[in-house]
C-alpha cells in the first residue's frame, strides 16, 4: 500500500511539471557543468558517419531479365505506394476549359485547366503547332524550379522549338501541396497531375496517342523520370539535369532535394532503379559537369545501360560523337535505346541539349534516322508575364492548399477506428497493429535490440546527484550520449529504473519542470537514465540562419531513408533497455519511460506500443495529435511555438491516430499528458476496458472553460482572451454541434462582429495569427487587428470547405503598438449551410527583428520610412523592412544622406558578399492582377529585385541590373497566377554599395473579368 501511494505521488510530480507549473531552472545556466558526452569534432564525425551509412549508393543488383522483371514489378508497387498513389486517386472527369489563347507564327499558345483531384484543377499551357498534319506527335513538358515557372525561357523555348517541327506540348503549373500524414508527398502530386495530363493529351483529336514523350530539366527532369518509369504511355523520355544517386543530393554539408522523393525510396530502391523501369522504352539523360548529377556517367548511367541490354528490342543510333557541338561525353547501351551525356556547363537546359532532344525524338517518334541533330533556328520567346496573362476561370475550382487537399485525400484514405467488442478482437487488433508500427517506423526486428556496448565516462555530484556520464551503442554508427543518474550513499543499489526522454535533451533533467519530477522519483527508489535520443540534444543538427543553405537537415533526409526521425528515437528507448540489462544494479522489472515534448512523448509511445518491457509509460502529447499537421522545424529549443506540433510520420493516418496507437500499450500503465481536446481515445479506451484494466490508463486533456474556448498564445507564455463580445454588447453563441469539434467553439452569425479584450503585444515583433475554423460553403471569415484601437484588415478568405481548416497569417507589429485585438466578422452563407465556428486562435511571437539604426543608437522610427512606402496605386501597408546580410563582408547598414541631399537607405558590402533588403506587404492583390515592383536607387554594383509570395513561391525576378551613379528607376513586372496565401515579399539584393530612395508597388493591369 505504502509503495502504491509513492508512485501515485510521484506521478502526481510528473503531472504537476509537464504541466509546466514550475519555469524556474534548477541551477543557474553558467553553474551547470558541462555534460556534454561526446566533443564536437567527434560528435559531428559521428552524425556523418550515420548519414554516409544511410544514404549509402544502391546499384542495381539484377545481371538477367528474368530477375529484373521481378524487381520491377517490387519497385513499380512500392513507388507508386512512395508517391502516395497506391490505391490511387479516382479519375475524375477532366474537365478540360480553355482560357485565353495567343496566336504565334509557329503555334497557338493557350491556357487551359482540367481537374486532378475532385474540385482541384491544374493549369497548364498548350502549344499547339501550326503548319504540320495531325494527329501529330506530342510531348509533356514538366517544369523546374525556374524563375517564371510554366512561362520561363528555359521552358518556352523547347516548347515552340519542337512546336516547329509538328509536335503539341503540354506544360502543367505545378502545385507544391502534400498531405504526408495520409503518405502523399508533393512529388506524388506533381506525378498524379502530370498522369492526369497525358490523359489530356490523349482526349485531343491532334496528338497520336502512341506517339506521346516527356522532357523536362531540373525538377521537371524529376517529373518526367517519374512519369515516364510508371507510366508506360509515355514513349519516348529525355530527362534532364536531375539523375544521380540520393547519396548526392541528402543533406550534410550540400543543399538537396530529398524532400523531393518518394516517401521511403532507399528502403527499396535508388534513383537509376526508376530510369531503368523506363526500358525498353527509349530514354536520354543529359547532365552537366557544373551540378551533383556531374558523377552519374562514371557510374549510375552504366547500371542502366546494362538493364536496356537485357533487352531484346529495336535497336537505337549509334552515334559516338557530334560534329560542331561543345565537348561532351556519351555513354550508351549497346542496343542504343539508352544514352547519357554530360555536357560542359551549369545546371540549365541549353541549345544544344534543347538540339540533342529534338533529334531523339525525332527518331523514336517520327522515325527520322538523321545521324546528328539540326540546328535550332532562332527563337522568339513571349515575355513571361504575356503568357501568364493568358487566363481563364473555372468557377468552381478549389483553392490549392494543404488543408484543402488534405480533407480531399483524408476522406479518400484514411482509417476507420476498429468497433472492438470483446477481448480476443483487442489482442488480434494489437497483433496486427504492431506490425504497422513496425513498418511506419522501419524497425527490423520486433524483440529490439539484444546486447550494446557502451562506455562510462566518468561519474560526478550534481544538484544532490550522483551522475555518472556515459554513452552506448544504439546500431552501428549510432552512440547515444546518456546520463545515469542515482541518490548518492544508497545503501542498495538501485533496482527499478525510468528512461527519460526529453525533445530538448537529457540536460532538461536539470530544468524545470523535468527536474522536480526527477526529483520525485528518485526519492521512491528509482534510478534515471537520461538520454539524447536521435535528433535531439547532442545529436540534434545546426540549424542555419534564415536566407543561408542548410548545413545539415535531415527531415528531407530522413523522407527519402524511410526512418523517420520517431523511428529513431523509438529505436534509441528500445537500445536503453537492453543496455540497462547489461547492468549488475538495475533491472528491467517495473520499468517506466517518460518522454517529454514535441517528439519524445510520442517515441515512448511508440516504443511503448512495440515493447512489451515498458511497463509504464508516460507520453507528453504537446496538446496536438497526427491530425493536427507535421512541424517540419527543425529540433530546437529555440523552435517558435507554430512549430511545435507533432513530429513528422509519414503515412500514419492511413492507420489510426494516437488514440489507436495507445490501444497497444494496453493492459500495461500508460498516462498520456497534454492531450488534445480534440483527439479521440476511444480505441485505446475500449482496449483497456474489455482487458480489464481500465485504471491502467489516464488520459489527462487540457480542460478550458467558455472563456477561454479561444486562447491567445504571446511568446512563451498564455493568455485567455477573455470578454469575448459581439458588436452590440452581447456574448457570443458557443457552439458544439460540430461532432469533430469536441469542445465549445466561437459561433459566428452573419454580419455580426465578435472581438476580444486587448492583448499585449511587443513592438517590433514578427507576429503569426494561427487559427482553426470551420467554414461552411461559399463562407466568409473576415478578420481584422485593432492595433493601438486602429482597424487593420488582415483577410477576407473564401472557401468551399465544411471541415475544420487550419489557417495562418503573419504581420510585423509596429514601433508603438503594445496592444492588439482580434476581430472577427462572417458574411454570404444561407443560413442552412450552418454558421462559421472558431475553436482555436494564436498569436505566436517570432524573433524580434530592430529597425534600421541611423547613427548606431537609436532605432528609427516608423515615419522614417515614408521613403520606403508602397505606391498610391494600390491602397496597403508595408512593415519596415529588414536586412538579412551574406558573409563576413556585409557592413551595419545605415541610413544616410545621398550626394543631393535625398535621405536614403545606405548599403555597404565586402567583396564577394550581398545583402538583401526585404519588407513585408500586407495588400489586397488580386489574382489576375498584374502588378509593377519599382525600385529608385543608386550606387555601384549590380542589383537584384524578385517578389516571393504571388503565389506561395518566387514568379518572377531581375538579376545583376547594373547601378549607376545617378537615380534610376528599376522595375519588375509581375502576374498574381493565384490568390496570395502567404504576404507577399518584395526583395532587392545588392551586390556593392547602393542608396535606396523608394521602393513601390503599383497596379499596371488590373484583374479581367
Not at 566518468?458 to 551503442?473: D, F, R, S
Not at 509570395?949 to 549607376?964: C, F, K, Q, V
Request: aromatic share 10%; proline share 7%; hydrophobic share 40%.
Amino acid at each position: 500500500m505504502g509503495s502504491e501511494k509513492t508512485t501515485i505521488r510521484s506521478i502526481r510530480w510528473l503531472i504537476l511539471a509537464l504541466l509546466g507549473i514550475s519555469a524556474m531552472a534548477v541551477l543557474a545556466e553558467d553553474a551547470v557543468p558541462d555534460l556534454r558526452i561526446f566533443p564536437e569534432k567527434e560528435r559531428k564525425d559521428m552524425l556523418k558517419a550515420y548519414w554516409t551509412r544511410m544514404s549509402k549508393e544502391q546499384p542495381i543488383p539484377v545481371a538477367a531479365l528474368k530477375e529484373w522483371e521481378a524487381r520491377r514489378v517490387l519497385i513499380q508497387k512500392q513507388a507508386m505506394d512512395g508517391f502516395g498513389l497506391d490505391p490511387r486517386p479516382s479519375n475524375v472527369p477532366l474537365e478540360l476549359t480553355y482560357g485565353v489563347s495567343l496566336e504565334r507564327d509557329d503555334c497557338t499558345i493557350s491556357r487551359v485547366y482540367f481537374q486532378t483531384f475532385p474540385g482541384f484543377y491544374a493549369t497548364a499551357f498548350l502549344y499547339m503547332p501550326k503548319n504540320t498534319t495531325f494527329p501529330a506527335p506530342s510531348v509533356l513538358h514538366p517544369h523546374g524550379h525556374w524563375a517564371n515557372w510554366s512561362a520561363d525561357d528555359i521552358v518556352q523555348s523547347r516548347c515552340i522549338g519542337l512546336a516547329r517541327r509538328g509536335y503539341v506540348s503540354l506544360v502543367i503549373q505545378y502545385e507544391h501541396f502534400e498531405d504526408l500524414a495520409t503518405g502523399l508527398p508533393v512529388r506524388g502530386v506533381f506525378l498524379w497531375n502530370n498522369i492526369r495530363g497525358l490523359d489530356v493529351l490523349e482526349s485531343l483529336p491532334q496528338v497520336d496517342k502512341q506517339r506521346i514523350g516527356v522532357t523536362g530539366a531540373s525538377g521537371g527532369g524529376m517529373q518526367t523520370l517519374d512519369v515516364a518509369a510508371l507510366d508506360p504511355r509515355i514513349q519516348c523520355a529525355a530527362i534532364t539535369v536531375w539523375p544521380t544517386y540520393y547519396h548526392r543530393v541528402c543533406y550534410f554539408h550540400v543543399f538537396g532535394c530529398c524532400y523531393y522523393s518518394p516517401l521511403g525510396a532507399m528502403r527499396y530502391m535508388d534513383q537509376p532503379d526508376l530510369i531503368a523501369m523506363i526500358a525498353p522504352r527509349p530514354a536520354a539523360v543529359f547532365t552537366v559537369t557544373g551540378d551533383w548529377t556531374a558523377g552519374f556517367i562514371d557510374h549510375e548511367a552504366k547500371e542502366v545501360a546494362a538493364v536496356y541490354d537485357l533487352f531484346n528490342a529495336e535497336a537505337g543510333p549509334k552515334v559516338d560523337h557530334v560534329e560542331g557541338q561543345q565537348p561532351y561525353r556519351l555513354f550508351s547501351s549497346r542496343n542504343g535505346r539508352y544514352i547519357a551525356e554530360r555536357w560542359e556547363g551549369l545546371h540549365d537546359y541549353t541549345q544544344a541539349m534543347r538540339e540533342r532532344m529534338y533529334w531523339w525524338m525525332d527518331w523514336w517518334l517520327k522515325g527520322k534516322r538523321d545521324p546528328k541533330p539540326l540546328p535550332e533556328e532562332d527563337l522568339k520567346m513571349e515575355k513571361p508575364i504575356t503568357l501568364q496573362a493568358l487566363r481563364g476561370d473555372v468557377p468552381k475550382a478549389r483553392q490549392w492548399s494543404n488543408p484543402n487537399l488534405a480533407s480531399v485525400v483524408r476522406g479518400w484514405r484514411r482509417f476507420q477506428p476498429p468497433a472492438l467488442k470483446t477481448k480476443a478482437e483487442v489482442i488480434a487488433y494489437t497483433q496486427k497493429m504492431k506490425a504497422v508500427v513496425m513498418d511506419l517506423l522501419d524497425e527490423k526486428d520486433a524483440a529490439g535490440p539484444k546486447t550494446v556496448e557502451s562506455s562510462t565516462l566518468g561519474k560526478e555530484t550534481l544538484a544532490g546527484w550522483e551522475v555518472e556520464k556515459l554513452w552506448y551503442v544504439s546500431e552501428p554508427d549510432v552512440r547515444i550520449p546518456a546520463l545515469f543518474i542515482k541518490r548518492p550513499g544508497t545503501a542498495t543499489p538501485a533496482k527499478k529504473v525510468v528512461i527519460v526522454t526529453s525533445s530538448n535533451g537529457k540536460n532538461d533533467v536539470f530544468v524545470e519542470p523535468l527536474h522536480s519530477m526527477c526529483q520525485a522519483m528518485l526519492k521512491e527508489g528509482r534510478a534515471i537514465l537520461a538520454i539524447d535520443q536521435r535528433l535531439r540534444g547532442e545529436w540534434a543538427f545546426t540549424v542555419t540562419p534564415p536566407g543561408q543553405m542548410p548545413t545539415l537537415d535531415w527531415q528531407g533526409n530522413v523522407r527519402v531513408w524511410g526512418r523517420p526521425e520517431l523511428g529513431m528515437a523509438a529505436h534509441d528507448i528500445r537500445a536503453a533497455i537492453a543496455w540497462l540489462g547489461t547492468r549488475q544494479d538495475c533491472s528491467t522489472e517495473s520499468l517506466r519511460v517518460v518522454g517529454s515534448g514535441h517528439t519524445a512523448g510520442y517515441a515512448a509511445l511508440l516504443a511503448a506500443a512495440l515493447d512489451a518491457r515498458i511497463q509504464e509509460c508516460v507520453a507528453d502529447l504537446n496538446h496536438s495529435d497526427f491530425s493536427e499537421g507535421f512541424s517540419d522545424y527543425p529540433p530546437s529549443a529555440t523552435a517558435p511555438a507554430y512549430a511545435k506540433r507533432a513530429p513528422v510520420l509519414a503515412r500514419i493516418l492511413r492507420h489510426g491516430n494516437v488514440g489507436e496507437f495507445a490501444a497497444l500499450v494496453a493492459p500495461r500503465k500508460l498516462e498520456l499528458l497534454n492531450a488534445n481536446p480534440r483527439t479521440s481515445f476511444q480505441t485505446a479506451e475500449s482496449a483497456y476496458q474489455l482487458l480489464g484494466t481500465g485504471k491502467q490508463l489516464t488520459i489527462q486533456r487540457k480542460e478550458e472553460g467558455a472563456d477561454r474556448e479561444a486562447a491567445v498564445v504571446n511568446g512563451e507564455f498564455e493568455e485567455g482572451i477573455k470578454g469575448w463580445k459581439c458588436e452590440d454588447g452581447s456574448a457570443p453563441t458557443l457552439s458544439t454541434q460540430r461532432a469533430d469539434l469536441g469542445k465549445a467553439a466561437l459561433q459566428l452569425d452573419p454580419k455580426q462582429k465578435v472581438t476580444g479584450e486587448p492583448v499585449a503585444i511587443k513592438p517590433l515583433t514578427e507576429y503569426r495569427l494561427f487559427m482553426r475554423v470551420s467554414k461552411p460553403l461559399r463562407s466568409m471569415l473576415n478578420v481584422e487587428l485593432l492595433r493601438e484601437g486602429q482597424p487593420f484588415k488582415l483577410v477576407s478568405d473564401n472557401t468551399d470547405r465544411m471541415a475544420f481548416e487550419e489557417c495562418d497569417y503573419d504581420f510585423l507589429s509596429k514601433p508603438s503598438e503594445t496592444s492588439l485585438q482580434i476581430v472577427f466578422s462572417t458574411s454570404d452563407y444561407p443560413p442552412e449551410e450552418g454558421p462559421v465556428l472558431v475553436d482555436t486562435v494564436r498569436l505566436v511571437a517570432g524573433n524580434q527583428m530592430e529597425l534600421l539604426k541611423p547613427d548606431g543608437k537609436e532605432c528609427l522610427s516608423a515615419t522614417g520610412f515614408e521613403k520606403l512606402e508602397v505606391g498610391a496605386a494600390v491602397p496597403m501597408k508595408t512593415a519596415p523592412g529588414f536586412f538579412i546580410p551574406y558573409g563576413p563582408g556585409s557592413e551595419n547598414q545605415v541610413v544616410a544622406e545621398g550626394k543631393d541631399g535625398r535621405k536614403a537607405l545606405h548599403i555597404k558590402n565586402g567583396p564577394g558578399t550581398y545583402a538583401t533588403l526585404a519588407s513585408t506587404i500586407q495588400a489586397p492583390l488580386k489574382r489576375g492582377g498584374t502588378y509593377r515592383f519599382e525600385v529608385v536607387a543608386r550606387g555601384k554594383g549590380t542589383l537584384g529585385m524578385c517578389f516571393w509570395h504571388i503565389p506561395p513561391h518566387l514568379t518572377s525576378r531581375l538579376d545583376n541590373a547594373e547601378l549607376t551613379d545617378a537615380w534610376k528607376t528599376y522595375t519588375l513586372d509581375f502576374f498574381v497566377e493565384s490568390q496570395p496565401q502567404l504576404h507577399p515579399l518584395p526583395t532587392v539584393s545588392v551586390t556593392g554599395e547602393m542608396w535606396v530612395d523608394r521602393m513601390s508597388l503599383k497596379l499596371a493591369e488590373a484583374a479581367k473579368p
